[in-house]
């Protein structure tokens, strides 16, 4: 960690993982919200903000092993990919099913596209 960094961005820092904690919470709990992306987006935050806090979500037992993988080889496995293709799209279904204004499907569809496109190209083991 940078100690010459500034505090108040270590408290954003410290922020953003805690949001992304919580909303990895909620995805370990509703089938359609995918959680790892959330407890990867918080592993980066705390990696900025608080190692104690980096330690302990690595010594996670059920998701400390995968993100470690990440964390060491960029690995995403199968079963990961196939549920946030899922979750994505559900929640993409869902929005339709909302009727939001024309152009909001559109931005959300390239938007979840360009993240799917990132998923898939990510390796589902180890070299």
Do not use: D
């Not at 949001?19 to 990895?24: E, F, K, Q, R, S």
């Not at 993409?92 to 799917?116: D, M, N, T």
């Amino acid at each position: 960690m940078n100690e010459a960094r500034h505090p108040a961005v270590r408290w954003l820092y410290l922020a953003g993982g805690c949001l992304m904690v919580a909303l990895g919470v909620i995805g370990a709990v509703l089938p359609v919200m995918p959680t790892t992306i959330f407890l990867i987006l918080a592993l980066a935050c705390f990696s900025k903000s608080s190692p104690r806090l980096e330690a302990k979500l690595l010594a996670h037992p059920k998701y400390g092993p995968g993100l470690r993988r990440w964390r060491e080889q960029r690995v995403v496995p199968v079963k990961a990919k196939c549920f946030a293709a899922f979750g994505m799209g559900i929640g993409f279904v869902a929005l339709l099913l909302s009727r939001p204004p024309h152009w909001v499907p559109w931005l959300v569809a390239a938007i979840e596209l360009s993240v799917l496109v990132y998923l898939l190209s990510r390796p589902s083991r180890p070299a």
